[in-house]
């Protein structure tokens, strides 16, 4: 298999470990975006770590897991129904009108979606959505994505095989780098595909708690006598506003 991109986690969490108020209150969507902006002290001197990770790896990729995006409790909207050859869906949709156009500033927003939940409204200069699907995808969805031509790749039979999607990134696409600023279902499955490379954590000056709340990396437990993921300490910055920025690295 080719060499994967490099995969860096930035995270933003309460010191209990958690990165959102409660499960289903999407950072992005307001009361919870103004409520994490209350415990997010101003930096002194802020720092944008997906320039800190472009300029250090060329990192192009940005990932996300459809939970940030779309409520687990919300049902989104209904998609005309397919009814051609479902088989050829299944297949990489990297339309040459897009990827010829690729190269820097070029980034890609990528999200991992299986169950074809999120409906994309908005374009970015400069920015193309990747869409990280597996054959259980629903077809209208891959239907849906080919008609609005945004990327997707194949991987996986019931969800996305994290590391053969990876892999996919660097062959298909050229990918050298992903920043993943997902929440803990994403990173906790990262981590258990061993596929986390550094870490970046702004710990917030606040404690959330709440079983289910969240957190860096949730997922499935460890089995009794499995190790935890050792990390390195490459850096800690303590801002004025009582906020703490450590960077790590996983220790193989
Ligand atoms: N504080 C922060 O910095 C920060 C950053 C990001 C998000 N958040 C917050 O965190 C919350 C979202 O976190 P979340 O844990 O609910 O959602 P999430 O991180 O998006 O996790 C769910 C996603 O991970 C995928 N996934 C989970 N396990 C998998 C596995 N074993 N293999 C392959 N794919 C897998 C799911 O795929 P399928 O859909 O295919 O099952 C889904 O796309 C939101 O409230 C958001 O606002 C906070």
């Given amino acids: 298999m080719a060499e ?14 958690k990165v959102a108020l409660a499960r289903d209150a999407l950072l992005m969507r307001r009361p919870s975006s103004e409520l994490w902006a209350a415990i ?3 930096a002194a001197d802020p720092v944008d770590i997906l320039e800190v990770v472009r300029a250090q790896y060329g ?10 995006l779309v409520a687990e409790d919300e049902t989104p909207d209904g998609l005309p129904a397919y009814d ?26 990528t999200a991992v979606d299986s169950r074809g939940r999120v409906r994309w409204t908005e374009d970015h200069e400069n920015w193309d959505v990747l869409v990280l699907v597996s054959r259980s995808t629903p077809v209208d969805y891959l239907a849906y994505l080919r008609r609005e031509r945004i990327c997707y790749l194949v991987a996986g039979d019931n969800r996305v095989e994290l590391a053969e999607a990876m892999a996919a ?22 981590l258990r595909a061993d596929l986390i490379d550094e870490l970046h954590v702004t710990v917030l000056p606040a404690l959330i708690g709440g079983v289910g709340t969240p957190s860096i990396t949730d997922g499935s437990p460890l089995g009794v ?28």
Avoid: K
């Fill in 225 to 252: 006598g499995e190790p935890a993921t050792r990390l390195e300490l490459l850096s800690v910055h303590t801002d004025i506003g009582g906020a703490v920025r450590l960077h790590y690295r996983t220790v193989a």
């Fill in 40 to 42: 997010t002290p101003q």
């Fill in 169 to 190: 990134m660097g062959t298909e696409l050229g990918i050298t780098c992903v920043l993943s600023t997902a929440g803990g279902g994403l990173n906790g499955a990262l």
């Fill in 4 to 17: 994967r991109p490099r995969v860096v986690v930035s995270v933003g969490a309460s010191v209990d470990g």
């Fill in 84 to 109: 051609g050859d479902a088989a050829e869906l299944y297949e990489h949709f990297l339309p040459p009108e897009i990827i010829g156009l690729v190269s820097p500033p070029h980034m890609w927003f």
């Fill in 59 to 68: 990192c192009n990729a940005i990932l996300e897991g459809s939970g940030s």
